[in-house]
């Protein structure tokens, strides 16, 4: 049962959701930059104008007779009008004295404007005006008389300027907004694909495939492929010690073993007494299974750490087939079994000593239910993309058990009797036909008792 993995949020929406934030506090700061200094240019632009107008009504200054004169040129008050339809007030003073203009016009006759331009926003009339002063010195009579020219205008043109250019700042700003958002998810996406990459990679590999990961990776990514290499590493030497130990306990268990049951043998042969006797065969029986369920639990765990590592070589199925059946021979010549072949010539690619183990343990099985003077028969076949392995007996048959049930570990049928026997030969076939890409097939003999037991594996 694979574990299940907690996730806690998206790396993704994350960085998205980051960039994002930090978009739109740039967007907020280019609109606040860009409506700070429009109303800037648009007031700057407004003293600018009234300045000129003021300085233009100044230089038409003269004196006259001892009075001060003056005719107010129209290009001070047109370039006015050229900002907005605004009201213009102005007010010019001599010795404190209005000399034309209007008198309520509020304008100040300190030292802050002497030799240039003075300005002032104050409330007149109701609205918020922006007034330019300039002083000028006239001589009159000998006398040096001190004026001062103010021109006001409204401020309307500047508020409505600046709202304009606000006003499209803000729809520049939420443009900028909407495409750095759009660009941060495809940013995330592209910064996140070597994850995703190395996520195939892993998904793709095989369970037996603990080879080291050669890939080009970015520099944040390196430690966790060395970190991933350094543990399939330790993970590929644990196996090959757990495997090197299976074998050396299969071969530490059983030849003890088979020294018990051979001096059990030596015994029965030798006593007299009948109790005596049936203890014997009763320790040989016991030494029997004994023998046979260590044996074959080692051969378990032994296929299932190789299934972990299957190795893909050449395989003749027929010379594999002969082998097995040299070995197993003797058995079977004991209960004088026929084992007859059929045994073309097949090829595959898999792992010759896992099916060499699934196929003595199919025959073992088949020599061990069957009874004497029988026939047991091997049948190899090209099936188009697949090599069938059909091994026939006459023995008892399953019972009415399914492949399901018998290919569970220490399952048996419910017709076994006295047959020694561990309920692990099917399933060790089962899981290396499994580990090969094929399948184990169960059927009733034909003519008679008995079951064909088949394994499908893809030619090479």
Not at 325 to 333: F, H, Q, S
Not at 421 to 431: D, H, K, Q, R, V
Request: glycine letters at 6%; one cysteine or more.
């Amino acid at each position: 049962m694979s574990a299940t993995v907690r996730t806690r949020g998206s790396i993704s929406r994350r960085l998205t959701l980051q960039l994002a934030v930090i978009a739109a506090f740039l967007a907020l700061l280019s609109w606040g930059m860009v409506r700070s200094f429009s109303q800037q240019a648009a007031e700057q632009t407004q003293d600018n104008i009234l300045a000129a107008s003021a300085t233009a009504i100044a230089e038409e200054l003269r004196s006259e007779a001892g009075r001060i004169r003056l005719e107010i040129p129209y290009a001070a008050f047109s370039m006015l009008g050229a900002i907005n339809e605004e009201r213009v007030f102005y007010r010019v003073l001599s010795d404190g004295e209005t000399l034309t203009g209007y008198d309520d016009l509020p304008v100040e006759q300190g030292a802050r404007i002497n030799g240039g331009v003075a300005f002032d926003t104050l409330s007149y009339r109701g609205d918020d005006v922006r007034v330019a002063m300039v002083q000028r010195t006239v001589f009159a009579s000998e006398r040096a008389v001190r004026v001062i020219v103010a021109v006001a205008q409204t401020r309307n043109a500047v508020d409505a300027i600046s709202a304009r250019i606000s006003r499209a700042a803000a729809l520049v700003s939420l443009a900028f907004f909407v495409l750095a958002a759009v660009l941060s998810f495809w940013a995330a996406r592209v910064s996140l694909q070597p994850l995703t990459a190395i996520t195939q990679i892993v998904s793709r590999r095989g369970a037996s495939d603990l080879k080291p990961f050669e890939t080009t990776a970015p520099q944040e990514i390196a430690p966790l492929l060395t970190a991933l290499n350094r543990f399939m590493e330790r993970l590929s030497s644990s196996l090959d010690r757990s495997e090197d130990f299976i074998a050396e306990a299969a071969h530490r268990v059983r030849t003890p073993l088979t020294t018990v049951r051979t001096q059990a043998e030596i015994a029965l042969h030798s006593v007299t007494r009948s109790e005596n006797k049936e203890i014997l065969r009763r320790v040989i029986r016991a030494v029997d299974e004994s023998s046979r369920s260590a044996g074959q639990l080692l051969d378990h765990a032994m296929v299932s750490f190789r299934t972990d590592k299957l190795t893909h070589s050449d395989v003749d199925l027929a010379e594999l087939l002969g082998d097995v059946i040299n070995t197993l021979r003797p058995t079977a010549d004991m209960k004088d079994i026929r084992i007859r072949t059929e045994l073309p010539s097949l090829w595959i690619k898999g792992d010759a000593i896992l099916l060499q183990n699934a196929l003595h343990n199919v025959l073992d099985n088949a020599i061990k239910y069957s009874p004497a003077e029988s026939t047991i028969t091997i049948t190899l076949e090209n099936r188009g993309a697949q090599a069938g392995i059909r091994v026939c007996d006459q023995g008892r048959g399953v019972d009415g058990a399914d492949i399901a049930t018998l290919t569970q570990r220490f399952r048996r049928g419910g017709n076994v009797g006295n047959v020694v026997g561990s309920g692990l030969g099917l399933t060790i076939a089962n899981e290396v036909v499994h580990a090969h890409g094929g399948r184990l097939e169960m059927t009733g003999a034909q003519d008679g008792p008995g079951i064909c037991v088949t394994l499908l594996l893809s030619l090479r």
